[in-house]
Nanobody
Framework: QVQLVESGGGLVQAGGSLRLSCAAS????????IGWFRQAPGKEREFVAA???????YYADSTKGRFTISRDNAKKMVYLQMDNLKREDTAVYFC?????????????????????WGQGTQVTVSS
């Protein structure tokens, strides 16, 4: 019963930045662990970053140091700040969520741990 809507995707040159947003409605936002995944043409969906209900963060090796995930509980929003973008970052980006009573993740990078998914937003990095 949670709806997620991503926004903020678009075209950017290599080395540039974008900020993706994930707006949540329904459910109880403060009880949600939320992650970002992406899928590029010809590749499987892969983990990008995640943030727990207590704001603990987790990153894939390919994004750590360049991407930053954050949440604003008052606005029921999760953000993914993407800096120093590379052509390999081109993909459709999805946010996902799951209710939890825990304060962190056990398996934040596993897609099967998430119950709710957004429709995705396209990020294209050119050079």
């Amino acid at each position: 019963q949670v709806q997620l809507v991503e926004s903020g995707g678009g075209l950017v040159q290599a080395g540039g930045s974008l900020r993706l947003s994930c707006a949540a409605s329904g459910g109880t936002f403060s009880r949600l662990n939320i992650g970002w995944f992406r899928q590029a043409p010809g590749k499987e969906r892969e983990f990008v970053a995640a943030i727990s209900r207590s704001a603990n963060t987790y990153y894939a090796d390919s994004t750590k140091g360049r991407f930053t995930i954050s949440r604003d509980n008052a606005k029921k929003m999760v953000y993914l700040q993407m800096d120093n973008l590379k052509r390999e970052d081109t993909a459709v980006y999805f946010c996902a969520a799951v209710h939890t009573i825990l304060t962190g993740f056990l398996r934040p990078a596993s897609a099967d741990q998430y119950e709710y998914w957004g429709q995705g937003t396209q990020v294209t990095v050119s050079s």
